[in-house]
Each structure stands twice: as structure tokens, then as C-alpha cells.
């Protein structure tokens, strides 16, 4: 999967990337009452706009993203100085207020993820096999403290191709609601062209702390 995502950004084959701000997001993120100043995380960011959205918001964003080359492209057509380290074994890039650790999201821990208190998934989700996707959501629940808030948006498809993959409200449940408390926001209108649906949900994490689940 992981070859396969990289080769994507290598080839171009980034189909799934907006040239504008989702929609979704614009219209559901103020509901979620995320305080300004929280930082939000956003998982398999790519070059999202969306991160730079969040920030006009006065959100910090930490977005992680696997491919180098998707980082290098949103710097590069960002504005401001951009700073590098490396820090618990991920490649830091940061600009303005935007980090972006390039690495496995799966190997970030909750060491790294102190001060994040907010999540957003439009693409995250739904670009993960069925196999895959219920080790995601428990990940996602162990970097998000109790209260945290988090929008989601997922997509269903006519077929059983993907990515992006086909995840309905059944298995939106079966994956988030022993951790998170789940409000169904939104479905959009289905695409003719390819069967495509996005839903959107509002999330909110339940406790206990992470640290001890």
C-alpha cells in the first residue's frame, strides 16, 4: 500500500487532491466549537489546502503525510520561510504554522501528539484498505484526547474499487463508536459520472485519557 501511494505521487496520480478548499469543511468546522488555538492533526494530509484553511481559522496544524515529494510540493506553493528537522524519527518541515512530519502515521505516538486536541480526515480513511482501516481509527482514538473533536468525511461508490474506498455508516459505527461519540452531518449528492457519494461526521472523543486504553 505504501509503495503504491508513493508511486502515486511520483507518476502524478493524484486525482484525489482538491485545487480548492473542501466544502464540507468550510461549512461544518465552526460547528465543531474547536477553540482557536488547538492544534488540529491531519492524518495522510497529501498537499491539502485544507491545512492552509485551518490555519486562516487560527488552528496550528500537524499534518503527516508518507510521500516527501506531496511536502515539497505544498511548501513549495505555500508563502514563508520553511524550517527542517528530524524529530522521533520523522522528517519535520515547517511553515508558518503548519508542520508537516513525513513518515508512517502509524509510528507517530502520543509522545508527539501532546498538544494536538483536534482532528480533520477528508482523504485519510477512505485511501486505507478494509484491513487496515480499524487499525487507523483505533491509532486515530489513542492521539486524541478525551473532548477532542475531529471532522470526518468518507465516501461511498457504486463499485468495489479504490482507492478511494467505499466506507458506508455501518462501518463508520463499527470502526469510532467505542471511542468517539459520532454525529452523521451531512451526505452529499452522488456523482454521476463515477458513483462517488462523500458523508460528513463530527466526531468527538469519549474518555478515558489515551494513555490508558
Same mark, same amino acid.
Given at each position: 500500500?505504501?509503495?503504491?501511494?508513493?508511486?502515486?505521487?511520483?507518476?502524478?496520480?493524484?486525482?484525489?487532491?482538491?485545487?480548492?478548499?473542501?466544502?464540507?469543511?468550510?461549512?461544518?468546522?465552526?460547528?465543531?466549537?474547536?477553540?482557536?488555538?488547538?492544534?488540529?492533526?491531519?492524518?495522510?494530509?497529501?498537499?491539502?489546502?485544507?491545512?492552509?484553511?485551518?490555519?486562516?481559522?487560527?488552528?496550528?496544524?500537524?499534518?503527516?503525510?508518507?510521500?516527501?515529494?506531496? #511536502?515539497?510540493?505544498?511548501?513549495?506553493?505555500?508563502?514563508?520561510?520553511?524550517?527542517?528537522?528530524?524529530?522521533?524519527?520523522?522528517?519535520?518541515?515547517?511553515?508558518?504554522?503548519?508542520?508537516?512530519?513525513?513518515?508512517?502515521?502509524?509510528?507517530?505516538?502520543?509522545?508527539?501528539?501532546?498538544? #494536538?486536541?483536534?482532528?480533520?480526515?477528508? @482523504?485519510?480513511? #477512505? @485511501?486505507?484498505?478494509?484491513?487496515?482501516?480499524?487499525?487507523?481509527?483505533?491509532?486515530?482514538?489513542?492521539?486524541?484526547?478525551?473532548?477532542?473533536?475531529?471532522?470526518?468525511?468518507?465516501?461511498?461508490?457504486?463499485?468495489?474499487?479504490?482507492?478511494?474506498?467505499?466506507?458506508?455508516?455501518?462501518?463508520?459505527?463499527?470502526?469510532?463508536? @467505542?471511542?468517539?461519540?459520532?454525529?452523521?452531518?451531512?451526505?452529499?449528492?452522488?456523482?454521476?459520472?463515477?458513483?462517488?457519494?462523500?458523508?460528513?461526521?463530527?466526531?468527538?472523543?469519549?474518555?478515558?485519557?489515551?494513555?490508558?486504553?
Amino acid at each position: 500500500m505504501q509503495e503504491d501511494w508513493l508511486k502515486r505521487w511520483q507518476d502524478g496520480r493524484i486525482g484525489f487532491h482538491r485545487d480548492s478548499v473542501h466544502p464540507l469543511l468550510v461549512q461544518h468546522w465552526s460547528g465543531l466549537q474547536v477553540p482557536e488555538g488547538n492544534k488540529v492533526l491531519v492524518p495522510l494530509c497529501g498537499k491539502t489546502l485544507d491545512m492552509r484553511w485551518l490555519t486562516e481559522q487560527h488552528h496550528p496544524v500537524l499534518g503527516i503525510e508518507l510521500s516527501e515529494q506531496a #511536502i515539497e510540493q505544498f511548501v513549495a506553493e505555500g508563502d514563508g520561510e520553511v524550517t527542517r528537522y528530524r524529530q522521533a524519527g520523522f522528517g519535520v518541515s515547517r511553515q508558518g504554522s503548519i508542520e508537516l512530519w513525513c513518515g508512517d502515521f502509524f509510528h507517530f505516538h502520543i509522545e508527539q501528539a501532546a498538544e #494536538i486536541e483536534a482532528f480533520y480526515d477528508r @482523504a485519510a480513511l #477512505i @485511501a486505507l484498505p478494509e484491513a487496515t482501516r480499524q487499525r487507523y481509527a483505533f491509532h486515530l482514538a489513542q492521539l486524541i484526547p478525551p473532548g477532542g473533536k475531529g471532522l470526518l468525511i468518507t465516501l461511498t461508490r457504486r463499485d468495489a474499487g479504490g482507492p478511494p474506498f467505499h466506507v458506508d455508516a455501518d462501518e463508520v459505527q463499527r470502526l469510532f463508536a @467505542a471511542n468517539f461519540s459520532i454525529t452523521h452531518l451531512e451526505d452529499g449528492e452522488c456523482n454521476a459520472d463515477d458513483g462517488f457519494k462523500e458523508s460528513c461526521w463530527a466526531l468527538e472523543r469519549r474518555g478515558p485519557s489515551p494513555g490508558h486504553n
